[in-house]
Nanobody, 115 residues
Framework: VQLVESGGGLVQPGGSLRLSCAASGFTFSQWAMNWYRQTPGKERDLVASLSSTGRNTHYADFVKDRFTVFRDNVNNTLYLQMNNLKPEDTGRYYC?????????WGQGTQVTVSS
């Protein structure tokens, strides 16, 4: 199993980023997927979840109406569109299948929101 996150970077408050997670080594289309965020010294927080079909989503309150999670089951890629970014969104973002696949993590991608 391999999960490769990308798309992070430095952005000013109010800006946007789109994160990607390229998945391989498992049947991506059959798994719900999650985005997590971690800041130094803290545990990973669940940011967003998406069902295997992409029809059902769940967002943490702190990102509702700003972030959108979606997927491409043909190309085995998960996305996180982040708009109106705030300094408190700074952290390392990871994708994860959850459930029995929850032990697999990528290297994450760093998002820094700062002026």
């Amino acid at each position: 199993v391999q999960l490769v996150e990308s798309g992070g970077g430095l952005v000013q408050p109010g800006g946007s980023l789109r994160l990607s997670c390229a998945a391989s080594g498992f049947t991506f289309s059959q798994w719900a997927m999650n985005w997590y965020r971690q800041t130094p010294g803290k545990e990973r927080d669940l940011v967003a979840s998406l069902s295997s079909t992409g029809r059902n989503t769940h967002y943490a309150d702190f990102v509702k109406d700003r972030f959108t999670v979606f997927r491409d089951n043909v190309n085995n890629t998960l996305y996180l569109q982040m708009n109106n970014l705030k300094p408190e969104d700074t952290g390392r973002y990871y994708c994860n299948p959850g459930g029995s696949m929850g032990r697999y993590w990528g290297q994450g991608t760093q998002v820094t929101v700062s002026s």
